[in-house]
């Protein structure tokens, strides 16, 4: 009869979760333009879209608060464009500053025909993923897929204007040797996935943040966390969790404020200068 072990799924299952909240914030911050707009302020020249973007010579800085009351901050800039086959793509450039760590992750977007397109690559969130869990077991086994992740947002911005995804759910799926004292090592594996849900927008109001005031249009959209960890010796242990997620943009500016709400809690994501 093997012997029972104290299973490490919580602390595997966080550091999962989290990677997998910080893709969808990766997402979130990537909204860019066309090169060939010609309203520096991100209108149509005229017409009645709207672009949900950040000026490219700006650096937008943003107060992040957890759930659990830890704060940190984010800096977004467009890092650079490059014309691709007669599409600008920018490169967008995300500096995180959270729980005294630093990370940067790095995003493509462009606008066509009315909607700003997000492209979510492999983030770094996943990559730290397997650093942090190495730190308590030994990784086998480490498969992702589902990138790149598509988020289309129309930039007309009213009541009703779509907010979607494109992609597979983002699966990871880790084959673990968790140490086990004198007995050696225990196999386990863990199953994340990420399913996000498409959205709309909900209203046109005013914002205000340290700042400033801000004209916005709110979306509301959700995405789902599937969590599955077991070991040789203990039983699965699965859980489905539900995020909501509230998304405040501006023309000329992108993202003014975000609120996620899950069973853990509340965390917002709010701009707090502009330089």
Not at 262 to 270: A, L, N, P, R, Y
Request: glycine letters at 8%.
């Amino acid at each position: 009869m093997k012997k029972k072990i104290q299973s490490p799924s919580m602390l595997i299952s966080r550091f999962a979760k989290s990677a997998l909240a910080l893709a969808v914030l990766a997402m979130s911050f990537t909204a860019c333009k066309d090169d060939d707009n010609p309203n520096p302020d991100g209108g149509d020249g005229g017409g009645t879209e709207k672009a949900f973007i950040p000026s490219k010579d700006k650096r937008y800085i943003y107060k992040i608060t957890d759930s659990d009351g830890a704060d940190g901050d984010i800096i977004t800039k467009v890092a650079s464009t490059k014309d691709s086959a007669g599409l600008v793509v920018h490169t967008i450039e995300n500096f995180v500053r959270e729980n005294e760590e630093e990370r940067t992750f790095i995003s493509k977007a462009y606008a066509k025909g009315g909607t700003t397109t997000n492209v979510l690559p492999y983030p770094i969130a996943l990559k730290e993923l397997q650093n942090q869990i190495n730190d308590i077991a030994y990784i086998s086994k480490f498969n992702v897929t589902g990138f790149p992740q598509y988020q289309f947002l129309e930039n007309n911005g009213k009541v009703n204007s779509a907010l979607t995804f494109q992609g597979d759910p983002i699966k990871v799926i880790m084959e673990l040797e968790i140490p086990a004292g004198d007995e050696g090592s225990v196999l386990g594996k863990l199953e994340a996935r990420m399913t996000n849900k498409n959205g709309k927008a909900v209203a046109e109001e005013s914002v205000t943040t340290p700042a400033g005031n801000f004209n916005c249009t709110k979306w509301e959209y959700s995405y789902e966390v599937y969590m599955k960890f077991e070991t040789e010796v203990t039983e699965p242990e699965i859980t489905t969790e539900t995020i909501q997620v509230t998304l405040w943009t501006a023309p000329g500016v992108g993202i003014v404020k975000t609120i996620e709400k899950s069973e853990d809690g509340t965390s917002t994501t709010e701009l707090r200068k502009v330089e």
